[in-house]
């Protein structure tokens, strides 16, 4: 299978997925070695909404790459304000560049942006719809940290609204990996995202849970993500639910010794400093984590025929 | 004749614009010639108002000869807040920089500032003045599609407050250049840049027009250009007026099958996409145009003593 | 002594200060040299206010030495709008890059964050605290146009909140400087800083004044600085007081012929126009001093080892 744009991580098979990762794992261990690889290579950063980390993280793969990035700059001051259409900037863009990332909050938007380009798009977010990049990072700590075989996760917090949950979800199901999914009755994974789990699953399964307590100690990675206060009608009623859902070293004395304990940042009060300095505590290496695995992606489709199973 | 800034179109005589014209063809058909030619230049951009498309051009062009730029910023977050004067301002980022690319909202700003420089400083647009790089990469285009010599142009749209289309005219009457210019009454040429055209020009001559049927099947090109909703008192009015400047496959029915369509972009309703999978259709490739050229006038300033003509 | 991180110039005894200068004097003296010597190297820019000098100051010093920079951007699209913490900033962003610069408007931001990275860090300024890349430049200034031993120099304008005065007041106690300081009474240095200042003294001390007539002739240097506005509670009042801390050619009558004048700029009316083309005026080639001497910085701190006096 080939693959000319970066779209969602649904487009990757469980080769696909190893390939990249693997390619990960080589930068990782010598970047050195790829330093000079795209030099005079431009790549394009489109981002319709402000995603800092996101775009600072493309930015170092491409310039870690050799490279350099042409930015669009923020939508306030581009063209998009006097009326121009997605297709029309991106085909403009496309002439500066090598590759383009785009960033989008309209969901379905780096799907038909992609129909215009012929150099290789990847989808840095659109809206609800998906983020491939961050998956494939996700994917690749959990892999460096605890293995994807025979892999226990749970994954913990807003399920309702995470895009960057129901994705990694979804690209778990690729693997033997038994999930377990925690969070309040209010922020529970989607009806149609449980039924696609289901579906697509041919692993050991998933559950849903109210409470972390019970599935703990089974645990190899814990993914903790933010619970956003403006999801709750007041105040009182974020802070009871939200206390429920935050980590401390007490909490972590259930858990077993070499747990994993990932989160996409950036966190307010979900997991307490003092977890930090840990051996669970994999969140920072988790967003450095973007860095080589972006650089592979990049190397990837911009080989010869930008093809991410060469 | 030397040119140490390039401050307007009109400093250029034939002889300059062809210079620039071929050194851009060259590094068009074949970029990677040039790919390391200006090393360690940096190439200083200061946008006194917000102009992306026009700056990410030339930071492309910058980073395909292997410099790279540094950027003021927006003059929200610059000393221009603190009552900074222009001259300082320019002189200060001197200090940084190779070369420099101003943009400022004021007419007459280039000039006044390349008195304070000793580094090539490129007009990229002062007020109601000049930007000859958007000229150049006009030119640039035409040539390529319709050749410079026995040319038939047609410039239709808001011709009276349009800056690109009066520089583009002047441009043009230095070559054998039939020009015709279509608008509504109320958007024709202001009549000192009619009079001034007349004055220059020695080829076959100008011509005023409302209508495009009457010139459609005898131009070579025709340059499209944005009517702005706020240039009319009521909406009815403007829509009345747009409508009637907007082109799409049955108007081009009348045109000859070479004829080349135009347009600075960003477009809205003036050319219907369905004109963008034709053979009409030049804007994208004029866009893209804006680096080789940008290129080309870099690579000219740049080289020693800084001479558009060597 | 050895340096990871660069926080204030305090941290730096004379033989450090005179290691910057010498080196930042080697590479002014030949750019070439060192144009790729940090090649591959990415210096992350973490700027939680504007300052749009002193980050193109840094962003050149380090695209000087063949490197690159990647840019968290301004705050308001970044993840401190989402509650992040700055330890959680700067452990996110070292992942990116080699080097880091903070400018901060809390005082000890700089200390608090270089304790939690492991790649060195670059103060650009945090709050009422330290500046000391401006400290370094100014004393490089002054070193090249007069000297640092046997000095005279004046001081002059708002010495009461002006961060960059009191920290090159400091650093001229470790030279044989004579520190003269001009001001309206209003805006005297505060009288702790004096204190810490004859403290630290071991030359010929300082001494301050409400005119400039009766110290102008005996100095060497005379450093201006902007006074603002807001600091007065109405606007005749800053009329008034500011129009006396003015300098013209009139004023430079009485100054010794070599006197050479600074600036931190921007400037409003402090120091004529007129003034910018006499051998006196040193404030253009002071903000440029910023590229040699910030480079000078980052080659020491990035060398093996971080060590400013290797």
């Known amino acids: 299978m080939r693959h000319d ?47 800092t980390r996101t775009k600072m993280s493309f930015e170092t793969a491409m310039k870690r790459l050799g490279g ?8 306030e001051s581009s063209s998009v304000k006097k009326g121009e259409t997605l297709a029309d900037t991106v085909r403009v863009i496309e002439g500066y560049a090598d590759a383009l990332v785009l960033r989008h909050p309209r969901q ?18 659109d809206g609800a719809g998906h983020h491939p990049t961050q998956t494939m990072l996700d994917l690749y700590t959990i892999r460096e940290n605890a293995g994807l075989d025979d892999l226990t996760i749970g994954i913990m917090g807003d399920l309702k609204y995470g895009r960057t949950v129901h994705s990694l979800a979804h690209a778990l199901t690729n693997f033997d990996a038994r999930q377990h999914f925690i969070s309040p009755e209010s922020l529970q994974l989607p009806r149609e995202v449980v039924y696609d789990l289901h579906q697509s699953d041919d692993g050991p399964g998933i559950r849903e849970h109210e409470t972390l307590e019970e599935v703990l100690p089974s645990l190899d990675v814990l993914y903790v993500t933010r619970i956003q206060r403006e999801r709750f009608p007041d105040e009182s009623e974020y802070q009871k639910v939200a206390g429920e859902y935050q980590i401390d070293l007490e909490t972590l004395e259930a858990a077993a010794d070499d747990l994993t304990v990932m989160h996409p940042l950036p966190r307010v009060d979900e997991i307490a400093p003092e977890i930090d300095d840990t051996a669970h505590a994999a969140y920072f290496d988790q967003a450095h984590n973007g860095v080589p695995v ?17």
């Not at 990762?21 to 402000?50: C, K, M, Q, Y």
């Not at 780096?110 to 977010?125: I, K, R």
């Open 68 to 75: 350099d990035v042409v930015d669009m700059g923020s939508i």
């Open 5 to 51: 744009h970066l779209i969602t991580s649904k487009q990757l098979s469980r080769a696909d997925i190893e390939t990249v990762l693997d390619r990960a794992a080589e930068i990782d261990a010598d970047p050195s070695a790829v330093a000079d690889r795209h030099a005079n290579t431009l790549l394009g950063l489109l981002f319709f909404e402000p995603s």
């Open 294 to 310: 972006r650089m592979a992606l990049l190397d990837l489709l911009l080989a010869d025929g930008g093809d991410l199973d060469e």
């Open 108 to 125: 379905g938007a780096a799907t038909m942006a992609s129909e215009f380009v012929d150099v290789p798009l990847l989808n840095a977010g």
